[in-house]
């Protein structure tokens, strides 16, 4: 159903037919916004989510919430199970931590501790690039909408402490399946290729500005990375209890690289789950294993083209890399 059809949402939708309409909106488009259709949803936005998880720590924190952090203390190497039931973690520096619970959010990385997993939530990473603004150019960018291009990718206004603006390419992302057919993020025998992203990622970006900022479309992306989610073929999450623990783990996965926007309400979600004792909704329940066949370009309009894996973009970075030598 379209947005446009909720009674709640109705009334802050409009209809953008073309460049003129566009900049009603955004008046710093300067680009031609060839093609530009869409709408404008007044009540979608955009929040800073570096800053709202370190708010969501220091309100806990203050009411008495335990965090075990660091390198070795704070990483979970494996779960603690009697029987069926999980009674705790193992982390780095040999401690177990007992528990009468254990919830895995872990991302990109939950198939690392909970192998089946794997076999319906993907580790799957896309590009980010930033350019680099000075304090007036970020001042010029304050405010605008967050802006979507379904076949390019995606912005929104710098960030006032760093002035670095950050740009997306959407796509099928990129996986890194591993000989038991379970993609998860490289370790660190295999960095990803960092200072580097794909040539046809930095053609959608590059033309992405041209058709809004093309003031900035030649300037050199900086801080370009990539970065890892953990995906669903529906692009719907995962909250729910693993089979065969005796609901003594929950698994919170599945965010798609769109789990954020839902953090003022997804806690609601998780203590009804516990309430209940069962997960009552079917799109976010344990799946079974996703067919290898599975087309995850063609499954949510928003994965466009054909994905690949990490090996590959590493061989493409060293050929390009000796073909300057």
């Known amino acids: 159903m379209s947005v446009q059809a909720d009674p709640t949402f109705a009334p802050g939708i409009k209809r953008l037919s073309g460049a003129a309409d566009f900049k009603d909106y955004t008046w710093q488009y300067s680009g031609p916004l060839s093609g530009f259709k869409g709408y404008f949803n007044r009540l979608a936005g955009y929040a800073h989510s570096a800053d709202t998880l370190k708010g969501l720590w220091e309100h806990c924190a203050s009411r008495g919430v335990r965090f075990i952090l660091g390198e070795e ?25 007992q528990a009468d619970l254990v919830i895995c959010a872990l991302g990109a990385h939950g198939a690392s501790l909970l192998p089946d997993l794997g076999k319906f939530v993907v580790g799957r990473c896309w590009s980010v690039a930033h350019v680099q603004l000075s304090e007036e150019e970020c001042n010029f960018l304050r405010g605008i909408p967050t802006t979507n291009v379904r076949d390019l990718g ?12 950050k740009l997306c390419p ?12 379970v993609s998860l993020p490289p370790t660190d025998r295999l960095p ?23 003031w900035m479309a030649d300037r050199p992306f900086v801080d370009q990375k ?33 789990g954020f926007k839902m953090m003022p309400v997804f806690g609601k979600w998780v203590t009804g789950l ?14 079974s294993p996703v067919d290898a066949d599975t087309d995850w370009g063609d499954a949510v309009s928003w994965r466009i083209g054909k994905g690949a894996e990490l090996k590959e973009l590493l061989q493409a970075k060293e050929k ?3 073909a300057r030598l």
Not at 243 to 253: R, Y
């Open 154 to 165: 995606f912005f929104f206004e710098p960030d006032p402490k760093t002035r670095l603006f």
């Open 226 to 258: 990539l970065c890892w989610f953990a995906d669903t073929a529906d692009s719907e999450y995962c909250i729910d209890y693993v089979p065969g623990t005796d609901k003594s783990v929950v698994v919170l996965s599945g965010d798609s690289g769109h």
């Open 320 to 322: 390009m890399v000796r």
């Open 73 to 97: 203390a704070g990483k979970v190497e494996k779960l603690v199970y009697q029987g069926r039931k999980c009674t705790g973690v193992a982390t780095a520096d040999g401690k177990t931590h």
């Open 192 to 214: 990803p290729p960092q200072d580097y992203i794909p040539a046809e990622d930095e053609k959608k970006l590059r033309q992405l500005l041209r058709e809004t900022f093309p």
């Open 170 to 181: 959407l796509g099928a992302g990129y996986t890194n399946t591993g000989s038991d057919g």
């Open 274 to 287: 516990l309430e209940r004792g069962e997960q009552s909704l079917s799109r976010w329940q344990w799946k």
